[in-house]
């Protein structure tokens, strides 16, 4: 949906002259000192696909609020290029736009959402829902039945008449969210949107984005200083530091797999259990670790080693065909469903008569749930049920302690 | 000469202005005289119809007005414009200038008053904005406002008369002058004051300098101006009475008149009623200004 290619953004009296410098490798402070320029953003690439959100995340002064503006060209980039792919029209180079393109572009493919909301607070709840709207030149009576759905959607249906002064922080911002979806642009700028407001609010704010998202398929680029809230809200993550991205990937990519020291501090801070998922901490069954019992009727028994008492059966097409304990043959049911039948139920005593099987992009959190209700090792599947491997107690105390942290450490 | 410089030396340093004679005197005279003789017939054909016009009309209008129904619109107006409080200080005023017997120079007043803003706003207002959007144009402006404001208010009326002659357009193009400064400065200001975000969020969604200009600044700088506005009828308030010298009528010439004759009481009513005059407009003005939508403030201010 949107390629950004090289992107670099110097601030200061001629910043054409510091992009020689830049390409010898000179650094932030260097450039600073000798010509008094300031390098917001350099040399930042990263592609954002349709129906995704890309978080990007980084300290203040990281450069991540002068990068989101270099991508509706509130602040004029430097160097680089930005792409903006369009299913009818073929790529549309952003940064060669003139004035008029550019206005059009913000009109109708990018709307943003800003820190400390920027609500017009001269105007109502539904004037401001329906601001993009009205300067298009809409039909007013068009624009507020959209803007009172829009309104609707965020929960505000009720407020449309009131002005911001009226609302919460939390509020405000999802009249800022129904400004920006007003519009129906496909991209959503959204800077730090949820930064300024309680913590209890911004984690329903970003459950409800989550949802928003999914059931109207916009594209979002999110910035963020809280890692917790990338890893959460982020399909795909870049981290910058000192104007530069560090790392691009997903969460668990990131968390598993620092590149840089930098970003293995952030990872050490961030909570694990919402991101690692099954696949990266099960034992690979068949593996090293396991060794085969016996083979009856294409059934294949593996036990591991030192833990022969447990075998676990699989057919020929890798699904699992039961477990045996001492001989005995033990209930096998999907973590979800048992998870679903405990929601509500306190404290179970793990059952020692049950094994679980979960799919492989279950997250920690679920696993360590499912842990609560039995016992034995779980049985991690791929999509089409066959065994991956098996998660034991160690692999979960490893997979909260250890998957993470590690500059350079294989996933 | 020459063999008495030694003794002239000392007496040079200590008191050099003898040396020199800056005719400033004649050249303020030519000045005026040169612009007198080029502008007169322009300015008496083109700039005093407009501003007689617009003055007979409001004095038509408001002395039109039966006084009864005046004082209820007057009423109407400080409690629409600020509170009912407003507007029953108001009433109460009005009616004791009309008991006092000074109601028709009242009237005069008012229409004088009213013609003065609404020129310096038809002027005033542009050029504000024009301000705001060029550093220039406000570097430029800054000292000719300097100038109009803190030239004696004395000073405007002999160019005026010798421009425009005698009577109430004279006068009032003198009040014009010397009260649009402020709502000028308060436009500039306010519209420059307009917080960075609500510009940078109105320019993410498409809109246009103008769009900006008239759908976010100019309401989010309206209290601002509104206090300008405020200042300029003040100002132009007490121009007024003292255009009366130059022939201006209404309560400036109340109290003008009063003061020539010795007669203290005349002068005393003329003049308490336009104090109380300025203290209804300063109320009702300063409420608009604070009803005003642009002085709203969302939370994260």
Partial sequence: MIRVEGITKVFGPDPQSVLPLLEQGKSKSEIQAETGHVVGVHNASFTLKTNQIFAIMGLSGSGKSTMIRCVNRLIEPTAGKIYLDDPDQGARDVTGMNAEQLRNMRRRDMSMVFQHFALFPHRTVLSNVIYGLEIQGKDRGESERTGQTTLEMVGLGEWSASYPEELSGGMQQRVGLARALATEARILLMDEPFSALDPLIRVQMQQELKKLQSDLGRTILFITHDLDEAMHIGDQIAIMEGGEIVQIGTPEEILVNPRTEYVARFVEQADPTGVITAHTIAMHLPGPRFHTVREDSGVTYHARKGYEDIEYGIDRSDKLHEVLINGNKVAVEPLAKILEQHASSPFIRPRDDLVLTCQRDAVLRELLRGRVCSALPMIVTNADGGVEGIIDEAELISGILEKRGEVGAEA | ?301
């Fill in chain 2, 1 to 301: 000469m020459v063999d008495d410089i030694s003794g002239l030396f000392p007496f040079l340093v200590l008191n050099p202005f003898d040396l020199i004679d800056l005719p400033a005197r004649d050249w303020a005279n030519d000045l005026v005289n040169w612009s007198v003789a080029i502008f007169r017939d322009a300015f008496r054909a083109y700039v005093s119809p407009p501003v007689r016009a617009v003055m007979e009309a409001f004095q038509w209008v408001l002395s039109t007005i039966p006084p009864l129904l005046f004082l209820v619109l007057i009423f109407v107006a400080g409690w629409l414009a600020a509170s009912w409080k407003v507007g029953l200080f108001a009433l109460i005023t009005f009616l004791l200038l009309g008991f006092m017997g000074i109601w028709d120079q009242l009237i005069v007043t008012l229409s004088l008053v009213a013609t003065a803003v609404v020129f310096s706003i038809l002027l005033g207002l542009p050029l504000g904005i024009v301000c705001s959007r060029s550093d220039r144009f406000a570097a430029i402006m800054r000292p000719i406002l300097d100038i109009m404001q803190t030239t004696p208010p004395f000073v405007y009326l002999v160019p005026a008369v010798m421009l425009f002659g005698i009577g109430n357009v004279p006068g009032l193009i003198a009040t014009i002058i010397f009260s649009m400064p402020p709502i000028i400065r308060l436009t500039n200001l306010g519209i420059r004051q307009v917080g960075a975000q609500y510009i940078e969020a109105a320019r993410a969604f498409g809109s246009t300098p103008g769009q900006i200009l008239w759908k976010v600044q100019f309401p989010l700088a309206l209290p601002t101006i509104m206090a300008g506005l405020n200042q300029t009828i003040m100002l132009s308030l007490s121009m007024v009475v003292i255009a009366a010298i130059i022939g201006a009528g209404g309560l400036g010439l109340e109290v003008y008149a009063g003061l020539e004759r010795l007669n203290i009481g005349q002068a005393f009513v003329g003049g308490l009623g336009i104090v109380l005059l300025a203290m209804v407009l300063d109320r009702i003005t300063q409420g608009l200004g604070e009803k005003a939508p642009g002085a709203r403030k969302t939370r994260s201010d």
